[in-house]
């Protein structure tokens, strides 16, 4: 795949649009706090990427003397190939609620936001969860990547043991001291992802991680380098260092967090009291992701039987990983 750099996120694809349907859509999976408005897309209709990843050390430079013939030295590249993966829903709405005089709101309208903000809170789920185990028809999380990095290319060095009440968040234990030792872990985190400043990185941590931050911000003498910005929407966007910071958020369900409190210290599911942070370092050098073209929201009228009104919400895309250090996750984290 050739990759230029015009990899644009959802938000500029939606900017740059004509569309009021693909701004809105966007919009709306943006206030959702949606991880597809973070990965920057190329739109390139194709069902499978090819792409080469550097998992080995690199070439050995030779130093010579003059009129000395070159070295021929070369680095061993590994290829790989990823998948699109398909969103598809309808939202049918019978005429007559269209028509009703009395509606206090768009049906439809109301009926496709609904589904659009599951989109969001899935895709966050899938973004960090998923395995071809739980369901292979959408893309892999980067906990499997992780966990499998011979598999998915990934750095197995990239999943950083926090140390638990070293660096505990635990409300009893949060201290001045081991709000020290975390950020000094989430900086481990940021040298794991070739960004030692968080150039280009975005963190994901549920809510508790999040508050338990501000506290231990509060702590340290400073913000310790926390600090907010805007987006370009207007709203507050925190961040440590260059890295942005986001609540990954909960499951469709509404109350179910994507990234769990209860994780074990060696951060498998159970029902202990640790969690995680993930980072990912994102470009079309690092982690970036294609599409056959942006969240298409269309409205397809009347359909053949005269009583139902159809709108199409579809998407199809996947994600390119070339760097082996583009992800990383933080875990171990006590937080109860």
């Not at 659009?116 to 739980?134: C, G, L, P």
């Not at 290319?153 to 990239?158: D, F, K, R, V």
């Not at 481990?188 to 508790?208: C, I, K, R, S």
């Given at each position: ?250 499951k469709s369900d509404q109350s179910t967090r ?70 990383g996750r933080l875990y171990d984290i006590e937080?109860?």
């Amino acid at each position: 795949m050739t990759v230029s750099s015009s990899a644009l996120s959802m938000l500029e694809w939606a900017n740059l649009s004509n569309a009021p349907l693909v701004k809105a859509v966007t919009y709306s999976l943006r206030k959702a706090g949606s991880i597809m408005t973070d990965v920057p897309f190329v739109n390139s209709a194709t069902l499978l990427q090819n792409g080469v990843r550097f998992t080995g050390g690199l070439p050995t430079v030779d130093w010579v003397k003059l009129n000395a013939e070159p070295t021929v030295v070369k680095s061993t590249a590994q290829p790989y190939q990823e998948q699109a993966y398909i969103i598809r829903n309808a939202v049918d709405v019978d005429k007559n609620y269209v028509m009703d005089k009395n509606q206090i709101v768009d049906p439809r309208g109301f009926q496709a936001e609904a589904v659009v903000r599951s989109i969001a809170y899935d895709f966050n789920d899938k973004f960090i969860n998923n395995d071809h185990t739980v369901d292979e028809d959408a893309i892999v999380g980067i906990k499997a990547r992780l966990d499998n990095p011979t598999v998915y290319g990934a750095l197995a060095a990239n999943k950083i043991d926090a140390g638990g009440a070293t660096a505990s968040l635990k409300p009893a234990s949060l201290t001045a001291g081991t709000f020290s030792k975390f950020m000094e872990k989430l900086d481990e985190l940021f040298w794991a992802l070739n960004a030692v400043d968080g150039e280009g990185v975005v963190l994901y941590m549920n809510d508790t991680v999040m508050r338990r931050i501000n506290t231990g911000a509060r702590l340290a003498s400073g913000a310790g380098g926390f600090s907010q910005a805007q987006d370009q929407y207007g709203r507050t966007v925190s961040m440590y260092r260059s890295a942005v910071i986001r609540d990954v958020g909960v499951k469709s369900d509404q109350s179910t967090r994507i990234i769990l409190n209860t994780e074990t210290n060696a951060g498998a599911a159970g029902s202990s009291t640790f969690t995680s942070v993930y980072g990912v370092r994102y470009g079309i050098d690092a982690m970036f992701g294609w599409q056959f073209e942006p969240l298409n929201v269309q409205d397809l009228g009347l359909q053949n039987n005269g009583v139902t009104y159809r709108t199409l919400i579809d998407w199809t895309g996947g994600l390119m990983m070339p760097d082996i250090r583009a992800i990383g996750r933080l875990y171990d984290i006590e937080i109860a």
